[in-house]
């Protein structure tokens, strides 16, 4: 039997898509899926773009592989790929490795590249992003595990990615979950994305009177300029779309209840260990809950809302305040982000390159934009920048726009449009700006309550006040 340079098990679209795109890229690869007709499929229908060695046992993908082996399981995250580690890993050899190229979480990732690093087994948790298509034509690539593992795998990987100015977008991420934390908070990120920009579409569409095929040519405009990005094409065309059978807009016939399969929610759930203010991704993910609580939100539709002409549908220049407002709230997205990936880092003891990673984002996944090529260009210039809002470009921008974001953000809220990314984004941004903030009063009501103490602004150490008793300060 021909001996492959990597195997596939798992044939459905994503990885029938990654197994012909390492065929295209001459790489022999070998097939297997849990029912063999899948795998026949695949051969009958792409055979002639490469080499495929299609097997039916896991005995005879094993033996198809050339050593050390590279096996990439591409299968539903969670049971199912731990079923499939355990199916494979007894027939390896030590050194051989297993990619999982799914959506996993990070954290089942370190367990099982530490379960498979005692058995000599090298285990790549990679993050894939890009969809069917990147999957085929060329995906961002986000591999963890081991330099070594890396070392062998990353040629391969590196083949099969997109490019961007002759640069692949994919490099080793750091050890272990890493590869599938930095996924994670890709997916966190395209959340905030999305929702920042339904709240751009919304805003255009109820506040400046556009309709939907006018608002497509809005986005059409925007993406030639600073905001250009894949998220803002494909809105452009489905805003642009009418639904066949009802020649509606498109967009009105979609019931307007956001799903997920919970990446966005990982990442808010690690945030929140990691103490990282993702205030901007939460609101996206919330803004999804929302929207699927039908029940709640027939029982509130009945509300008051502002009174008519209270709205501020003619405000000149609105859309155009829109676009600064969606350009500055992005930031804010990116740099919880790329805070949330500099904590996670320390955390779990990866050497993470916010850089790298800003690069390899710039083309293949569903975040791809210009403005990657803006963040790379940040932390080139400053590694250990501690926030993108104060890179010079953007504290400038933030600065150019900010009487338009505000402005934005008090006409959503006079129109009762709700804008919790805009908004949640300018409080954060308010927020790091402020010279002091309330918190002095939070920290000040937890000593009263519960004797929690507090730190002084002109004195080192722990301080409780008797405010039960006569109010006298005494070291904690
Ligand atoms: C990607 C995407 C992908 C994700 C889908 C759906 O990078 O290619 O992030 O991995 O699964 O976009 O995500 P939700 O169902 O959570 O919206």
């Keep these: 039997m021909e001996q492959a340079q990597i195997g596939v098990t798992g044939l459905a679209v ?185 709240e751009s579409y919304d805003l255009l569409r109820h506040a400046v009177g556009l309709e939907p095929a006018e608002i497509a040519e809005v986005f059409r405009t925007w993406n030639t300029g600073r905001l250009e990005s894949y998220l803002i094409e494909i809105t452009a065309e489905i805003l642009d779309h009418a639904d066949p059978a009802t020649g509606q807009p498109f967009v009105d016939v979609v019931l307007d209840r956001a799903e997920q399969k919970g990446t966005g929610r990982w990442t808010v759930q690690s945030a929140l260990d990691l103490g990282v203010p993702v205030a901007g991704i939460a609101e996206a993910v919330f803004a999804r809950s929302v929207s699927g609580h039908t029940g709640l939100r027939a029982a509130a539709a009945g509300l008051p809302g502002p009174r008519p002409n209270s709205a501020d549908a003619s405000e000149p220049g609105l859309a155009d305040a829109i676009e600064k407002a969606l350009y500055a709230s992005k930031i804010v997205a990116y740099a919880q982000g790329f805070h949330q990936i500099e904590a996670g880092a320390a955390e779990y003891g990866w050497e993470i390159d916010a850089g790298a990673m800003a690069t390899i984002w710039r083309g293949g996944c569903i975040i791809r934009a210009r403005f990657l090529d803006r963040i790379r260009a940040a932390y080139a210039a400053d590694p250990h920048l501690p926030t993108l809002l104060t890179d010079e470009h953007f504290a400038q921008a933030l600065g150019d726009a900010q009487d338009a974001w505000r402005s934005v953000v008090a006409a959503a809220a006079r129109a009762g449009i709700p804008a919790p990314g805009f908004s949640s984004a300018l409080a954060y941004y308010d927020a790091l700006r402020a010279g002091r903030l309330p918190a002095a009063l939070t920290q000040a009501q937890r000593d009263f309550f519960g004797a929690h103490t507090y730190r002084r602004t002109d004195r080192d150490g722990s301080f409780h006040t008797l405010w039960g008793g006569d109010r006298s300060e005494v070291t904690a």
């Design 14 to 198: 994503m990885g029938r898509n990654l197994a012909r795109n390492f065929a295209r890229h001459g790489h022999a690869v070998a097939l297997h899926n849990r029912t063999a007709a899948r795998t026949r499929e695949l051969v009958e229908q792409f055979g002639d773009e490469g080499t495929f060695v299609p097997t039916e046992t896991a005995e005879e993908f094993v033996a198809a592989l050339e050593r050390p082996r590279k096996l990439v399981v591409m299968v539903k995250a969670g049971a199912p790929t731990d079923a499939v580690i355990e199916e494979f890993a007894p027939l390896l050899e030590p050194g051989d490795m297993i990619i999982d190229g799914g959506n996993a979480h990070f954290l089942d990732t370190r367990r099982r590249e530490a379960d498979l690093r005692r058995r000599n087994l090298l285990f790549v948790g990679t993050g894939v992003s890009g969809g069917e298509e990147g999957a085929l034509n060329g995906p961002s690539i986000m591999p963890g595990g081991s330099a070594e593992a890396y070392a062998s795998l990353g040629p391969l990987l590196e083949d099969i990615a997109a490019t961007v100015d002759g640069t692949p977008c994919c490099t080793h991420v750091g050890a272990d979950g890493a590869g599938h934390f930095v996924k994670m908070v890709h997916n966190g990120i395209e959340y905030a994305d999305m929702q920042l920009i339904a």
